[in-house]
C-alpha cells in the first residue's frame, strides 16, 4: 500500500513536499513515480525515479519539481517549488516492479497512492 501525503494550499511562488510511505512493496527494487490529474484532465505523469536513482520529469515541472527516494525508510519525496495555479491537482504516487512495463504508462504501475490535493492559489 501506498500513502501519500503533504498536500494543501498554498500561493503561487511557494513550496510544498510531498511524501509518499510504502508499505507492503519491495520498496528498493521498485521504481517510484509521481502523477496528478486536474480536473477534467487525464493523470499525467510528473516525475519518477528508478531503484538506482536515475529521475525524469514532465517538461512543465523540470527546473521546479524533485523527486526523491530513502530507502530506509520506504518513502519517496516530491519537493515542489515556484508553484504555479496551473500545478493544481490531485497528486498520486505509484510503485512498479522491475520490467513490469515502461514507466510512463499507468498501466505498468502495480500500486496507487489514495492521492493527496494540491491546491495553489494566484
Known amino acids: 500500500q501506498l500513502q501519500a501525503s503533504g498536500g494543501g494550499l498554498v500561493q503561487a511562488g511557494g513550496s510544498l513536499r510531498l511524501s509518499c510511505l510504502a508499505s507492503?512493496?519491495?520498496?528498493?527494487?521498485?521504481?517510484m513515480s509521481w502523477y496528478r490529474q486536474a480536473p477534467g484532465e487525464q493523470r499525467e505523469l510528473v516525475a519518477h525515479i528508478t531503484s538506482s536513482g536515475t529521475t525524469t520529469y514532465a517538461d512543465s515541472v523540470k527546473g521546479r519539481f524533485t523527486i526523491s527516494r530513502v530507502n530506509a525508510r520506504n518513502t519517496v519525496y516530491l519537493q515542489m517549488n515556484s508553484l504555479k495555479p496551473e500545478d493544481t491537482a490531485v497528486y498520486y504516487c505509484?510503485?512498479?516492479?522491475?520490467?513490469?512495463?515502461?514507466?510512463?504508462?499507468?498501466?505498468?504501475?502495480?500500486?496507487w497512492g489514495q492521492g493527496t490535493l494540491v491546491t495553489v492559489s494566484s
Open positions: 507492503g512493496v519491495n520498496f528498493r527494487i521498485s521504481t
Open positions: 505509484a510503485s512498479k516492479r522491475p520490467y513490469s512495463g515502461a514507466y510512463y504508462l499507468p498501466q505498468s504501475y502495480d500500486y
